[in-house]
Structure formats: C-alpha cells, structure tokens
C-alpha cells in the first residue's frame, strides 16, 4: 500500500488568492461587457421587428417615410429607446413593395476610455 507524503496533500489545497483574485476580475469584466452590449442587440431586434411587422402587415407599402418614421417613434417611446436616430430609416419602393433599411452605428463606454461600437445594416422585404 503506497502511503500519502503530507507534502502532496499541501500542495492540493485549491485556488490560490491570486488565482481566485484573476477569476474574479474575468468575470467582472464579462458581466460589465455582457451589460453594456446586450440591450444594444435587444434594442436593435425590437427596431428590425416594428419595420418587419409594418412589411409583414402590408401597411409599409401604403406609408411616406414620415408616416414609417411616426409608427416607429411611437412604438420606441413606449419601449422607453430615446436615442435612436429615426433619419437611419430609409424606405424604397420596388413594384409597388416597400423594402426598409436600418442602418446605424451605435457607440457605448465600456471602461474609461475604451468603447464597442456597433454597426447595424438591416434591409427588410
């Protein structure tokens, strides 16, 4: 029978402090990244989704661009989005069908002085 030396079982203790202090700071930086680029995509998905509804619906093909733009805006006050630009809504008209593109850069801190930034180009039919 092989007996256990103490200094294997000193060895086996687990995580270090340092160790421990690193895992900690990854998962920080993670869920900091995690919190400022998620509602960036939820945002964007709920802007592409109204557009997609409006062409789905029929009622695009029937609108100005001021009237698409009015739809929107109302629909983003209600969702509480206040900083989209509605002049990246560009609508086009191709045998009597409208096709809508979103495009648009969004620009958000991470730490300090570094920032993600995001670029969108959606065209719905």
Same mark, same amino acid.
């Given at each position: 029978m092989k007996i256990l030396r103490k200094t294997n079982l000193r060895s086996q203790r687990g995580v270090s402090k340092t160790g421990l202090l690193l895992i900690a700071v990854l998962l920080g930086f993670f869920f900091t990244f995690g919190l400022k680029v998620g509602p960036i995509y939820v945002d964007h998905n709920l802007i592409v989704g109204l557009c997609q509804d409006l062409i789905d619906n029929g009622e695009a093909n029937n609108m100005t661009v001021s009237d698409l733009r009015n739809r929107v805006s109302s629909s &983003?006050? $209600? #969702? #509480? $989005? @206040?900083?989209?630009? &509605? =002049? =990246? $809504? *560009? +609508? *086009? *008209?191709? *045998?009597?069908? @409208? $096709?809508?593109? +979103?495009a648009y850069e969004k620009s958000v801190p991470l730490i300090a002085n570094l920032s993600i930034v995001a670029v969108f180009d959606s065209t719905l039919e």
């Open positions: &983003l006050q $209600i #969702n #509480n $989005i @206040a900083d989209f630009d &509605l =002049s =990246s $809504i *560009r +609508v *086009r *008209r191709e *045998r009597d069908e @409208a $096709i809508i593109t +979103v």
